[in-house]
């Protein structure tokens, strides 16, 4: 919802996609007008992208690994933290990684757009003046979080 109050023009867009689709419907929200909302999937991955539910995922290493262009091996059988945040936010796998750009994916989480199409079906979503902008993850939290919250 950050992102949609943000950037307004991606929201009307969403909000066009969405009463179009629902009108095939009787205005109802349903699993198959869900699925037709193609926009609203791209809004859904971008999102998770740019604000990843966890902060890193841990891997055993399962054979011996040298790090090329380094001296370093990670042997078989050593845990490995991967830092997701950092691999969305590298600038070497998305061009402008701080910019919400919904255009170029392809995927999306069913609960997160029904909550979505609900509201802003009928609603617009703004910034709170309380809202800290550009937001700031809380350094210790172990899920993501956002320092002083989003509002």
């Known amino acids: 919802m950050l992102e949609l109050a943000m ?3 991606v929201q009307d867009k969403l909000r066009n996609e969405i009463n179009t689709v629902l009108e095939k419907y009787d205005d109802k929200i349903t699993y198959e007008g869900i699925m037709e909302m193609t926009y609203l999937d791209k809004i859904v991955h971008e999102a998770l992208r740019m604000h990843p539910t966890a902060s890193e995922i841990g891997r055993i290493c399962n054979s011996e690994y040298k790090i090329p262009g380094t001296d370093i091996v990670i042997e078989k059988g050593v845990r490995v933290i991967v830092p997701i945040l950092a691999l969305h936010k590298n600038p070497d796998h998305y061009p402008d990684p701080d910019m919400f750009d919904p255009e170029p994916t392809r995927w999306g989480l069913l609960q997160t757009k029904v909550g979505i199409v609900a509201i802003i079906k009928d609603f617009s979503v703004t910034l709170n003046k309380k809202t800290q ?9 172990v899920v993501t979080s956002v320092a ?4």
């Open 7 to 9: 950037n307004l023009e």
């Open 133 to 141: 902008l550009p937001i700031k993850y809380a350094p210790k939290a």
């Open 148 to 151: 002083g919250g989003i509002w």
